[in-house]
């Protein structure tokens, strides 16, 4: 049983050393996939460039819009594959809105994403730590912040709605990309959506690990636009 652990065999303590030398010395991820037991087969799709991760993506958004799905990595033989370690060669930080589904719009697989959903798409800490495992020790080499078309999180926030609970705390993360786009023409909801993205991709970027796979072109984090009626991914930037 203890070679199943969550983080693959990789500690809490380890980790955290390794961020720091990592950061501290430039190094980034060197020597992190030598403590992963993972197979040459699982490794082989993110042995690639961040620019071709993002086409692998694009590319598979084309085949789902197109109705031309392959439907890749979900036999039973990729699950035992990837049960002995992952390595995703993207990373989505996305909606939680339940129409928005990763590996089903970029047609992929088992293993071929390391997927972050909350409502409104924002980056919180627990997310960006998600992102930096997922980019510093799993070799993710593509981050893209999706938000979705008619975001129910975006709508209320340029409302001003009363919401219960822990709700509240969505919207003031939402806030400054509604405040951004109030002066843009065209659709306010669309506008505000996509500021919402920008925000938080420069509130990813502001992570010293992230930022630094990224100066060593290890690492791209890119903005997604996903069109509720077509399906369609549009990069934001």
């Known amino acids: 049983m203890h ?11 380890n980790l955290f050393k390794l961020s720091a030398g990592a950061i501290g010395t430039g190094v980034v991820a ?3 996939g030598s403590n992963l037991a993972t197979p ?5 799709k993110n042995d ?6 993002l086409k692998e993506l694009l590319n598979g958004n084309q085949r789902f819009i197109s109705r031309k799905r392959k439907n890749p990595n979900q036999s039973y033989t990729r699950l035992q594959e990837v049960a ?6 993207a990373s989505i930080l996305g909606c939680a809105d339940s129409r928005v589904p990763s590996e089903i719009i970029f047609d992929q697989g088992l293993g071929d994403l390391f997927v972050c959903r909350i409502a409104g798409n924002i980056a919180t800490p627990e997310e960006i730590g998600s992102l930096e495992f997922g980019s510093l020790v799993l070799g993710s080499k593509v981050i893209m912040l999706l938000g979705h078309e008619r975001c ?13 609970g822990q709700i509240g705390s969505l919207i003031e993360a939402i806030k400054p990309g509604v405040e951004q786009s109030k002066d843009q023409p065209g659709d306010k909801l669309e506008n505000a ?20 796979l990224i100066k060593t072109n290890k690492l791209k984090i890119i ?4 069109d509720l009626d077509t399906g369609k991914v549009s990069i934001v930037s």
């Open 223 to 226: 903005g997604g636009y996903y």
């Open 3 to 13: 070679k199943k652990h969550t983080f693959q065999n990789l500690s809490r303590r």
């Open 30 to 32: 060197a020597g992190v």
């Open 152 to 164: 129910g999180a975006v709508e209320a926030t340029i409302k001003g709605a009363e919401v219960p």
């Open 40 to 44: 040459e087969k699982v490794l082989a």
């Open 84 to 89: 002995k370690g992952q390595s995703p060669f």
């Open 48 to 53: 690639i460039t961040p620019e071709q991760a």
């Open 193 to 212: 959506i996509k500021a919402n993205i920008l925000v938080q991709i420069e509130n990813l970027k502001k992570s010293p690990v992230l930022s630094e």
